[in-house]
């Protein structure tokens, strides 16, 4: 069955990098796309970006350009999101979602990998 | 950039009542890229319906989209225990830069 499981918990300080982990199985990895959409506390949900594993391209909501990098490893079948210069207001859950090509909405969701921007 | 606005915030009602949840864009959307997810508490959002009107496999068929233009809507005919929880309208950007976008959420919960 579909599965998308995403790396633990992480504390981070002001200005450091945090870089979250999505696996995926039980398909065709190469056939999806995945996104990134976080959630702050007690808030709606946010789209960070896009990235197709078949070729590795990216886009990027454009209040995250230049702050997150989106990567994949065919060969584990894993995407993986790198945000830097960490602020507070990064504090948020970051789940990772599937969209099958071109059909614009989200079928799987990974549980979610709480960040937490603390000093 | 396309604002969708959702409609109550938070909408209390008793097991077995109709709900009426709404979706408003800021601009004419298609409703092909319309969306809708609902979330529990601790949970991700679990896909309900695409295309403004197409039931995710396994929902129950109490949950129905409708809606064109800028105005979109959610209906649960007769709610159950395990409806109550918040609902997310998501829209495509199709043409414009803003990619993917959600709506702030209702929060649906028990009278």
């Known amino acids: 069955q579909v599965q998308v499981v995403q790396s633990g918990a992480e504390v981070k300080k002001p200005g450091a990098s945090v870089k979250v982990s999505c696996k995926a199985s039980?398909?065709?990895?190469?056939?999806?796309?995945i996104h990134w959409v976080r959630q702050a506390p007690g808030q709606g949900l946010e789209w960070m970006g896009i990235?197709?594993?078949?070729?590795?391209?990216?886009q990027y909501s454009q209040k995250f350009q230049g702050r997150v990098t989106m990567t994949r490893d065919t060969s584990t079948s894993t995407v993986y999101m790198e945000l830097s210069s960490l602020t507070s207001e990064d504090t948020a859950i970051y789940f990772c979602a599937r969209e099958a090509r071109e059909t614009y909405y989200f079928d799987y969701w990974g549980q979610g990998t709480l960040v937490t921007v603390s000093s | 950039e396309i604002v969708l606005t959702q409609s109550p915030g938070t909408l209390s009602l008793s097991p077995g009542e109709r709900a009426t949840l709404s979706c408003r864009a800021s601009q004419s959307v298609s409703s092909s890229y319309l969306v809708w997810y609902q979330q529990k508490p601790g949970q991700a959002p679990r896909l309900l319906i695409y295309g403004a009107f197409t039931r995710a496999t396994g929902i129950p068929d109490r949950f129905s989209g409708s809606g064109s233009g800028t105005d979109f809507t959610l209906t649960i005919s007769r709610l159950e225990p395990e409806d109550f929880a918040v609902y997310h309208c998501?829209?495509?950007?199709?043409?414009?830069?803003?990619?993917?976008?959600f709506g702030q959420g209702t929060k649906l919960e028990i009278k």
């Open positions: 998501q829209q495509y950007e199709h043409y414009g830069n803003s990619g993917y976008i």
């Open positions: 990235i197709r594993p078949s070729g590795g391209n990216t």
């Open positions: 039980g398909y065709i990895f190469s056939d999806y796309y």
